[in-house]
């Protein structure tokens, strides 16, 4: 769903997008459902800030297209 969001950010011309995901505690949380970090680092956002040991903010800037119409 990651990789969609971003190709999705690509066609529409967002200039960024972020997700916010969550390390959870142990093997199962109920916290998934923002996402394991692993798959939002896969669709190539990184980490620009962690707000608490287990909270992150990540991000990628998707560039414009050249010729692209606003």
Do not use: C, N, T
């Not at 769903?1 to 995901?21: F, T």
């Amino acid at each position: 769903m990651a990789v969609a969001a971003v190709d999705q950010a690509r066609r529409r011309v967002a200039s960024a997008l972020e997700a916010y995901p969550i390390d959870p505690d142990g093997p199962i949380s109920e916290e998934l459902h923002v996402g394991p970090r692993s798959a939002i680092a896969d669709a190539g956002l990184i980490d620009v800030h962690q707000p608490s040991k287990r909270a992150r903010v990540m991000r990628i800037d998707v560039p414009e297209p050249q010729g692209a119409d606003r």
